[in-house]
């Protein structure tokens, strides 16, 4: 049997990328540039270039078999509090706006994921993996993989390099985020092919739908 998978903040799929042959994703990226990049990555799934958050409130309750949210982290970290940053920045709120509405409103399988924030979550997640936070309708074991010496601070070219081979997602394109000169931040975005289908496996399992 088929299922419908809805990727909201779709970046470069790293949830996405070991998921089994019978799941049909749906993928929602705002960035053109990344969204090209996703497509080339993963060319039979639909990608729509827009708002995650809007699509997610239009279609996430109704017209899919499984829902993935990562919305934008950035406001959460702990780098806001970090010294080097003057501007300060209220969190974005959508987190928790989406957190709430798939809790009263998507009856499938689902999972909100974000970075550990500087603060204590406004609602208690399911489940801490390494530096991710995750939200979900049914619990879930997964133990955090190893990242490469450096994680944070691979900024260059060579440092995207290592992160492809660590997650196993290669593309030649560099794309840069927030209008930074870092290559390699969209993968430290992403989460770990292995850790997405553990968490898929077991979240479908114990939502009661069959694998």
Known sequence: MRLRY??????????RALLPAHVDVV??????????????????DEVVVGDAHAYLLEHGADDF??????????????MMKATRHRLRRYPDMALYQEILFCQHFVKVPWVVENVAPYYEPLVAPRQRVGRHLFWSSAPF???????????????????????????????EQNVYLDGNHCPAQILRNAVHPRIGRRIFDQVTAGDGYAR
């Open 65 to 78: 078999d499984w829902v993935w949210s990562s919305p934008p982290c950035q406001s959460h970290s702990r």
């Open 6 to 15: 809805l990727n909201l903040y779709a970046g470069i799929g790293g949830n």
């Open 141 to 171: 074991e997964v133990e955090d993989i190893k990242r490469p010496a450096g994680f944070i601070n691979q900024a260059t070219l060579a440092g995207k390099e290592v992160l492809m081979d660590w997650l196993g997602i290669h593309f």
């Open 27 to 44: 993928a929602v990226e705002l960035n053109p540039r990344v969204a090209d990049v996703y497509g080339e990555l993963y060319p039979d």
